[in-house]
């Protein structure tokens, strides 16, 4: 029997000791270009106009200003299954998946952090 979204949601949390954090209403950014390559990569930051905060890509970042397009994200299941588990990591947090099992995810250092 396989596990819902939400137990795998709440597992991935648990898994790297951070709060579950249900998604406010907006978009997904997404680079829908990418999604036919490996590794899935996201980060989470603040939700900003109708965008949710979280944004997701395939193999090699761009800084492309058009590299992103906004989903609904009630459509993230039929186009990303692989990116459902990490969607409740909090804010300033970042995951990584290759679809095939290896995930990693992290709290990104704020920017202008003097951590080291």
């Known amino acids: 029997m396989s596990d ?5 949601q709440r597992r991935i949390c648990t898994i790297f000791d951070a ?3 249900p998604v406010g209403p907006g978009r997904i950014g997404i680079a829908l270009q990418t999604l036919d390559q490996l590794p899935f990569r996201g980060v989470r930051v603040a939700p900003v106009g109708n965008m949710c905060g979280w944004w997701i890509h395939a193999g090699e970042w761009s800084d ?3 590299f992103y397009q906004p989903m ?3 459509h993230i299941e039929e186009t990303c299954q692989w990116i459902l588990p990490f969607l409740k990591l909090p804010i300033g947090w970042q995951f990584y998946t ?9 709290k990104q250092d704020p920017v202008g952090s003097d951590e080291q």
């Open 64 to 66: 492309d200003p058009h």
């Open 98 to 106: 290759d679809g095939k099992g290896n995930i990693d995810a992290w």
């Open 4 to 8: 819902s979204i939400e137990e795998s």
């Open 19 to 21: 709060q579950y954090t």
């Open 72 to 74: 609904c994200q009630e």
